[in-house]
């Protein structure tokens, strides 16, 4: 399974972006996927989850009602809607994927996407 994240950039705080996982090798819709992130100098940290069918989320405390985690399974893809972004939201992001229950640990999936750079200016 290959995952490949995108739309990250330079975003104004308060502002708004949508990140894509676009997954390849395997169809995912029997996978939970994560999302993840990982600032300078800091540990990679859980930001949301979604069950396969989309039916169950997770959300990090500091994202919860800013951030939506959704997913598209007829287009192999998940994606991240961030909202009223703020600048210690600028990271890395990163995708994962899991034949398990949805997780919000790093060991609870299989696979990783290469992560993407979300940037939010003051």
């Known amino acids: 399974v290959q995952l490949q994240a995108s739309g990250g950039g330079l975003v104004q705080a308060g502002g708004s972006t949508r990140l894509s996982c676009a997954a390849s090798g395997r169809t995912l819709n029997r996978d939970a996927m994560g999302w993840f992130r990982q600032a300078p100098g800091k540990l990679r940290e859980f930001v949301a989850a979604t069950s396969w069918g989309g039916g169950i989320t997770y959300y990090a405390d500091s994202v919860e009602g800013r951030f939506t985690i959704s997913r598209d399974n007829s287009k192999n893809t998940v994606y991240l809607q961030m909202n009223s972004l703020k600048p210690e939201d600028t990271a890395v992001y990163y995708c994962?994927?899991?034949?398990?229950?949805?997780?919000?640990?790093?060991?609870?999936?299989?696979?990783w996407g290469q992560g993407t750079l979300v940037t939010v200016s003051s």
């Open positions: 994962a994927s899991s034949r398990r229950t949805p997780s919000r640990y790093l060991n609870g999936y299989d696979y």
